[in-house]
């Protein structure tokens, strides 16, 4: 049977939802919804697994539309691997069958599903030998490292980066990128991350209870995911011409002789095709933490202990 008839007679699927915008992550709840259909310039993708960024529950785009009404109930999830099912009107350059990856669309319903539509545009070939853990674990962190370091950042060989959270998800990308770029990393986070951001290619490591930020010196970049405090204190490490780059909102103090850019992460194929090279002949490499099925994802997204690494839900093995 296709998809696109049991699409007509009503077929259910599993999805993580939220409803309850104040209960926030403690509010997702597994429940059967709608498979979706595929809009003009959309692809239908069968999920095979699915990235989730924490700070999901509190972004104004998971409760309303682009026109602002509200849409709970609301399946949460941005990233994903899977294979095409479905072409809407109109789409071009996927075909049914084919692998792919990418970033969902912020203001529709996500990939903590068992299938999501998506905008074409939004989605990279995934090569056959990247499997599709490893394929959810790459849009957001991946694309955010580039985008930051290098549309943004205009990163080049021989600089100085000081990447914050270097142990993290985002930081750990950061981290490799920079240095296959020929540049200077010091690494940032608390003192358990040391030994694993010196694994991900940090040259340098503070230790932002212990140490102190201002020891550093002056750098070319600062790519911050922490803002706030750390972020103000940062900007005044910046060289003439240097960049601040950050994705938690610009903070008061901005570099006094350079530039602060505050951005949202695109979802760009050629990038993510960039990325999954990198994957491919090893010199990037993905920072899963816990691996969890559909079924387990309520309780592997609302962890007791803090999270290493990227959490990702598989909902086909």
Known sequence: MSHETRQQTGNQMKAIVVTDQAAGAVGMRLLERPEPAAAINDVIVEVHASGYVPTEVEWSSTWTDRAGRERSPSIIGHELAGVVTALGYGTTGLSLGQRV????????DGTLAEYVAVEARNLAPLPGDVDFPVGASLPISGLTAWQGLFVHGRLQAGQTLLAHGAAGAVGTMVTQLAREAGAYVIGTGRAADRQKALDFGSHEFLDLDNGTLEDIGAVDLVFDVIGGD?????????????????????????????LAVDFVVESIPAQLTE????????????NIGNVSTLDDAIAALNPTERRK???IITVRS
Do not use: E, M, N, Y
């Open 101 to 108: 990856f990418g970033i969902s669309d912020w203001h529709r």
């Open 230 to 258: 750390i972020q103000k204190r940062s900007a005044s490490l910046i060289r003439a011409g240097g960049t601040l780059v950050t994705v938690t909102g610009l903070a008061d103090a901005r570099p006094t002789d350079g």
């Open 275 to 286: 990325i999954a090279q990198r994957v491919r002949d090893g010199r990037l490499r993905t």
């Open 309 to 311: 690494g990227k959490t």
